[in-house]
Structures are given as C-alpha cells and as structure tokens.
C-alpha cells in the first residue's frame, strides 16, 4: 500500500546464547508505529516515536540479544479508515506482531477493532479516549500513557481549586476532543462550578477567532481548550494576540506538551497549568533517555506519547523474551501479570481492562525568567498518585470485567 512507509529500523540483534550446550533459538519480532508523521500531532509522535521505538530495541538488546525485532513506520493521516487499512494490510500481509502509539481517539478505536479481529498486540500511547479502557476495551489492547481522565481531573481539578469557577470549552470536533470536554465538565460541576457554554471546531483548525469570541464573550473565567498539537498552539496563539488572558480569562489547555510550549515560547505559554505522565527533566533516567533522544531528533525533547512508544514496547519484549512466544493471549496475559519498570515512568502495572497505571504530574510553564536553558519548560506543581490519576475500574464499564 502506497500508504505505508516502510522507514525504518532494523535492530538487528543476532546473537548465538548458548545455554550449557545448546544454542537459544533467536525470536524475530516486528513491530508498526502508526500515527500522524505529517499534521497536527506530527511532532507530539510522528516521526520521533519511531526513534523512541529505535531505542527501546537498541536497550532491550543489551539484556536479550537473541530477540530480533524490525520497526516499520506508516501515516495514518488522522483518517479511521486509513488507519484501519494499513493495520490490516500490516498484520495480514508483513507480518507486524504489534502495533504502537496511534494518535487520535477515533482512529486509535478503529485499530484497535482490527487488532481485536487479528488477534494481534496494540499499545496505544497517543490516543486519549476513556472508550479504549472502556466501552470499547480489548483483550489485545493496552493504553499506556495518558487519556482524558486523567487529564481533565488533573488540570481542570487544579483550576477549580484556584476559583476557576465558570468555563466556556472550545472542543476538537472529534471522539478525543468530546471525551477531554465531558471529563472536564464532569470534574467542573462536581466541584461546584458551572459550564456556561462549549463550541465544537472542526478538526484540524486554522482559524480559532470566531470561537474565542465566543469564549470571551461569555465572561466564562476559564477557557478549557479540549484539543491537542497544532491546534492546540493556534489557539493559544490566537488566544494571546486576542489579548484573552491580559482580559482575566485563564487559559486551560487540557492537552499540552513540551514541544508545544516550546513552540509557543514561554512568553505565550507562561501560567500555562497542564497535567503529563513524563517531563524529560523530572529525575534522572528521564533526563539520560531525553538526551540521548535529542541526539536522533534534531536536538528535540520527547514528549510522553513519544516516551510512551519507548515504554510499551520494552514491556512487550519483555513478555515476548519471558515467554518465548509471540502470541497474543500469551504475551498480554504476562504483560498483566507482571510490573512494568522501565527508567521513563518507573514501576507501574497495566490493569485488566488495559489501563497502563502510572502516576501524572501537575506543572505550570515557567516565566521567561525562571528559565534556565531551551527546554526549562516547566515547575512541578503536584504528583498525583496511580491509582488516583486513572478512572476506577470499576466505573469504565468495560465489559472484560468481570468475565474471568
């Protein structure tokens, strides 16, 4: 399919183990990155988690070098039907054992439906959507990094603390942009503020001037934006050219990353409070995989979806090594039975329902002068524990639960 690049990798790890007298048998594996390599999320994934993807390989190697894996890479162009087909087109035609990070929700769901039906592994790390953990949860999949939960309790919970009472959302018209609003809104009117008002915008979007009016004219005392990558920028840009905040409107952008503050330059993006399962500056192991990262990609920091490709793919080769199989139900059932540990996000465990649990942390963008280099981008406010970043299990409605 023309579709389909096939970029990339090949960590090829041969290596002759003997074990006594007999040589261990070597394990191939491949593996898809699929995302966005060319649009709004192109540089929250794209081609960066294939680099992410490299050096998860390249570290696994050193511990099983008889594990032989190839990446391929494709663009799903934030199409559903796109994505589905090059995934179907991966497992049936080259062999791919398991598919990684797909961002946006609506196409994150479809690959998933195909995974499921190909009885194939899918770690999700850039899609946001409760539905992948809940309605719509699979046997095959994981979501690791993030979704709009955890987002939206740890922003929007943040800002109602700070009398950010009244919100107008300006929301990404799609399964992502509806979820991050309906989450924040839930944590909103629980807490005792009020929604005065939403405008759905079209997906992806240029042009943000109509909707802040609207915002602005609302008198809303936060304007949550339930959006991501490039449209995210475009409307704090537009949002600060509009002079919104300088007014005594807060901005409350639900899904930001360090490359989208950096892009914005603290000037703009300064007060920003924001919620993310990985900073590349917050403890050492993060700060020796960021720098090695920066190295492949142009001098760039990772953002958590491109750590969450690192992350989940370690996990999986590691199943696949403990349990010299690259079946399905056998390496899921490792990967939920065993911790994941790995030097980005630490220990954790993947739940039943396929929730990656881990815990998020609460920053604001520093101020021009509280910056100490390029990628001083954030303070810690807060560290919200796993088991109170992530929805309950038993509220997701997922219907694994429960089955045995």
């Not at 579709?3 to 491949?30: D, E, H, P």
């Not at 390249?58 to 087909?85: C, L, T, Y």
């Not at 709009?148 to 700070?162: E, F, N, S, V």
């Not at 915008?201 to 991501?228: E, H, Y």
Request: glycine fraction near 10%; proline fraction near 4%; include cysteine.
């Amino acid at each position: 399919m023309a579709l389909v690049r096939n970029c990339v990798v090949s960590a090829a790890i041969v290596y002759a183990a003997t074990i006594g007298a007999a040589a261990a048998q070597s394990i191939n594996v491949k593996v898809g990155v699929l995302n966005d390599m060319s649009g709004v999320y192109s540089d929250t994934g794209g081609p960066g988690s294939v680099v992410a993807a490299q050096l998860a390989i390249e570290d696994f190697a050193k511990i099983h070098p008889d594990v032989r894996v190839e990446v391929v890479s494709a663009d799903h162009q934030n199409k559903p039907d796109v994505g589905a087909a090059i995934a179907r087109q991966w497992y049936d035609r080259e062999g791919v054992d398991a598919i990684l990070d797909v961002p946006t929700s609506s196409v994150a769901l479809a690959v998933s439906q195909v995974t499921r039906d190909k009885n194939k592994i899918f770690i999700d790390s850039g899609a946001g959507t409760t539905d992948l953990t809940g309605k719509a949860c699979s046997p095959n999949t994981i979501q690791w990094t993030y979704d709009t939960y955890a987002l939206a309790h740890g922003t929007a919970g943040a800002l109602l603390k700070r009398g950010g009472t009244t919100w107008y959302f300006l929301t990404a018209d799609y399964a992502f942009g509806i979820s991050l609003q309906n989450e924040a809104s839930a944590v909103v009117e629980t807490g005792g503020g009020r929604v005065l008002g939403a405008a759905k915008v079209p997906f992806p979007a240029t042009d943000f001037s109509s909707f802040l009016l609207q915002a602005q004219a609302s008198q809303a005392k936060v304007i949550g934006l339930a959006n991501a990558g490039g449209d995210t920028i475009n409307a704090v840009k537009q949002a600060h050219e509009f002079g919104l905040t300088e007014s005594g409107q807060t901005l409350a952008a639900l899904l930001v990353y360090a490359v989208d503050v950096h892009s914005l330059g603290l000037q703009t993006a300064r007060g920003l409070v924001l919620t993310e399962a990985f900073y590349w500056d917050l403890n050492p192991g993060t700060r020796a995989f960021s720098e090695r990262f920066a190295r492949r990609h142009s001098g760039s920091m990772p953002t958590m979806n491109q750590a969450g490709v690192y992350a989940g793919l370690l996990h999986y080769l590691k199943a696949v090594a403990a349990t010299r199989s690259k079946d399905a139900q056998t390496t899921m059932a490792w990967m939920k039975a065993n911790p994941t540990d790995d030097p980005l996000f630490g220990r954790g465990s993947v739940r039943a329902d396929g929730r990656k649990l881990h815990p998020m942390y609460l920053f604001e963008v520093k101020a021009p002068a509280e910056s100490k280099g390029e990628w001083d981008l954030y303070k810690l406010l807060d560290t919200i524990p796993a088991e109170q970043a992530f929805r309950p299990l038993a509220d997701g409605g997922c219907p694994l639960i429960g089955k045995g």
